[in-house]
């Protein structure tokens, strides 16, 4: 039977979101967030879209979902990067290259009538959020906010003519092993200096933790290759989205004279009792979900550390590195996940790799012109 493609109304986000889990309901590694939290992501409510444009595509063979696939116009990354780039996002399909090609065409015919001459993701819906295609790690579940996808994803991608744009790597670093012994002197050099402090955030004073988040995040990634600053609405978004989860050990701030310069942001592998969830948290999960929340959580990841540009060079990484192997010891984590950088950012990657971290995931972004 032919293909169909079909472009859904606001009214069939629900078939949207809940094709991967239709997908994937056997596979051992792949993980799905909570419905409901891609439901607030996608719905026009959230304040990404408030600079962006999206059109939902899904395909059918015999009346059957085959693919999913989201065109994105990001008129905020277009102003930043002087580009005309649209975006493909929340890509899924079966094996079925007839499915993929014709979901593509169908993503880069919107993105032409809204003056876009270049196509460029998987982004969901923008690097701020979750990104990438894995190509290599395929033996093991990804950490929380990191994508999964079966191994043929790739050949669906470039038969559509896509070709890589950049690589992002994950570390994995053995927690109970620490920093290397050659690195305490420098630390314990750079911590004596009087004007710079490590701190933990003070859950009583969250808000103003998240508004000093916010002071530091944009400056510390505004260079970045595809980095888009995310407005006030988004990070406010984003504070309250990690409210509910964050504790001391998951949030802390490098300060130089009082100033907050750098902070790092880690969260416990909730993935782990995702997987249980099946997207959906009802008296048939709950149980298992707190379960694997309580007992089977051994690990983390490091989502971000960001440096501001007038405080680098001063070790300000390694301090906050060194803090975050120290929760996560005090946590009980086994292993825990550094990522995502840019496979050219030799700073970053060389500092990680010198502090026993070792490369196990890839994930790419493509792009094509149109």
């Known amino acids: 039977m032919p293909i169909e493609i079909r472009e859904l109304p606001e009214s069939g986000l629900a078939d949207f979101i809940n094709y991967p889990y239709d997908l994937f309901k056997d596979h051992p590694h792949w993980v799905g967030e909570l419905k409901k939290d891609t439901l607030h992501l996608l719905g026009l409510g959230h304040p990404f879209w408030r600079h962006g444009e999206r059109k ?5 063979r015999s009346g059957r979902p085959a693919g999913r696939i989201a065109a994105i116009v990001n008129s905020a990354h277009n102003s930043f990067h002087g580009e005309n780039c649209g975006f493909f996002g929340f890509f899924d399909c079966s094996e079925d290259q007839e499915a993929a090609a014709a979901l593509f065409a169908a993503a880069e015919k919107y993105l032409r009538a809204k003056g876009m001459d270049m196509i460029r993701g998987p982004v969901n819906p923008s690097t701020n959020e979750t990104c990438g295609l894995l190509i290599e790690g395929f033996d093991s579940p990804p950490m929380i906010m990191m994508t999964y996808n079966p191994p043929y994803y790739a050949a669906l991608i470039e038969a559509a003519g896509f070709a890589k744009a950049k690589d992002l790597l994950a570390f994995d670093m053995e927690v109970p092993a620490g920093l290397p012994e050659r690195f305490n002197k420098l630390i314990q050099r750079i911590g004596r200096s009087g004007s710079i402090t490590v701190d933990l955030v003070d859950i009583k004073k969250l808000d103003a933790a998240i508004a000093e988040l916010k002071d530091v995040y944009n400056s510390a990634w ?6 888009v600053p995310m407005t006030e609405a988004e ?7 990690l409210k509910p989860m964050l504790k001391p050990d998951y949030l802390f701030f490098a300060r130089v004279d009082g100033k907050p310069a750098a902070f790092c942001l880690m969260l416990p592998d909730f993935n782990v009792p995702l997987k249980a969830a099946r997207g959906s948290l009802n008296l048939l999960t709950i149980v298992p979900f707190l379960h694997k929340m309580l007992f089977k959580v051994r690990g983390g990841r490091m989502l971000t550390l960001g440096v501001k540009k007038e405080f680098r060079g001063r070790g300000l990484e390694m301090l906050l590195i060194n803090k975050a192997m120290q929760s996560g010891k ?3 984590w086994q292993h825990g996940e550094m990522s995502w950088t840019l ?3 030799t700073l970053i990657n060389n500092t990680i790799e010198s502090v026993g971290g070792k490369p196990y995931k890839k994930y790419r ?3 094509k012109k149109m």
């Open 56 to 60: 939902l595509f899904m395909a059918y």
């Open 222 to 227: 505004e260079k970045n290759w595809g980095f």
């Open 235 to 241: 990070l406010d978004d984003l504070g309250k989205m």
């Open 330 to 332: 005090k946590m009980g």
């Open 365 to 367: 972004i493509y792009e």
């Open 343 to 345: 496979e050219d950012n």
